[in-house]
């Protein structure tokens, strides 16, 4: 008997097929995501489970599901996952780390100039017909090359938006981590750890890449922002919930922050009111590692971590409790 895989949203077609080769496969054909009951109900009787950054796997479902031994995600965040509750239990957890950095870490730039530069805010201005004549002081930005570039959260895609920053636009990298990088790592890039305050102080552009947790929520509230200079850029490619986006929204409004630009937001695919109605932020869909090449390695790894699991090899990238 083939082990059973339940792929619980919809993924490449060369994805299933693959999987198909090696287990008997269930598969979510709908656009939706199913909540956690439906989820339970339909794992019964599977040992592996596809998921994303979405699906909840907490240690109710983990209880209700008894075979189940192999959880492997296509994001490389996982707090959608109960670690804990799936290593008591047995239950081999991967994400998907490495893959998708480059093109994070892209999108992440991107984000930073656009909000810099007012990119979204002068389209709109542009498309609703309001553009009549040059002016010296329209639309002024603030630079991105030779500025400083800050990082909380200094993992594989703040190092790599470091290096964009320092190599790319010769920006003065500051960060901010829990373990600082090895010298070998900060020397090329001239980074420089700093304490959260002093990242907050001195970033004219500050990134966040930090996992979320119930230690990083709402790293950047009220508190943080008012410590930011008035001139500075916010741009969040982490996940909702680091930042807390009412005050955000408000931080807006009153332009004590230039500029803000977001992929990811409490509680979305709602987005905070304030948020939508602010000029000066960019919005984007929690698309910061879509490209086709991107997704496709990352759903690759999923499926590969499911087969090695379930025919009884090590995985490929496991996620190991805290
Ligand atoms: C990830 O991989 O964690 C991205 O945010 C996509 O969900």
Redesign the pocket.
């Known amino acids: 008997m083939k082990p059973r895989v339940l792929v619980a949203r919809q993924v490449f077609a060369q994805i299933v097929a693959r999987l198909r080769e090696h287990f008997e496969v269930s598969t979510n054909d709908e656009p939706v995501d199913w909540p956690r009951d439906e989820l339970i109900r339909r794992l019964q009787g599977h040992q592996g489970v596809f998921v994303?950054?979405t699906e909840p796997i907490d240690a109710t479902l983990v209880a209700a599901c008894p075979e189940l031994r192999a959880v492997c995600s296509m994001?490389?965040?996982y707090n959608n996952i109960d670690v804990a509750a799936c290593a008591a239990r047995g239950i081999v957890v991967t994400n998907?780390p490495d893959v998708?950095t480059e093109t994070t870490a892209d999108f992440g730039f991107a984000l930073m100039m656009a909000a810099a530069r007012r990119v979204t805010e002068s389209e709109h201005y542009l498309r609703a017909g309001l553009w009549k004549r040059w002016s010296h002081d329209f639309s002024c930005g603030a630079d991105v090359h030779g500025a400083t570039l800050g990082i909380l959260g200094m993992g594989r895609i703040g190092q790599a938006i470091a290096r964009r920053g320092a190599l790319g636009f010769g920006m003065r990298v500051i960060y901010h981590n829990r373990s600082r990088l090895a010298p070998a790592q900060e020397a090329p890039l001239a980074a420089r750890w700093v304490d959260k305050d002093t990242l907050l102080a001195e970033a004219d552009h500050l990134v966040l890449v930090v996992p979320y947790s119930a230690a990083s929520h709402h790293a950047i509230g009220a508190r943080e922002l008012a410590r930011m200079k008035p001139s500075a850029t916010l741009t969040n490619v982490a996940r909702g919930g680091v930042v807390d986006d009412a005050a955000l929204a408000q931080a807006l409004a009153e332009r004590r922050l230039a500029a803000a630009a977001l992929d990811v937001f409490e509680g979305e695919p709602r987005v905070h009111p304030g948020l939508l109605a602010a000029p000066n932020v960019v919005l984007t869909p929690?698309i910061?590692?879509a490209t086709v090449a991107t997704r496709m390695k990352m759903a690759t790894l999923a499926a590969d971590n499911l087969i090695a699991i379930l025919r009884g090899g090590a995985p490929l990238t496991p996620v190991r409790p805290a």
Request: proline fraction near 0%; glycine fraction near 10%; charged fraction near 0%.
């Open positions: 994303a950054a994001a490389v965040g998907a998708l929690h910061a590692s």
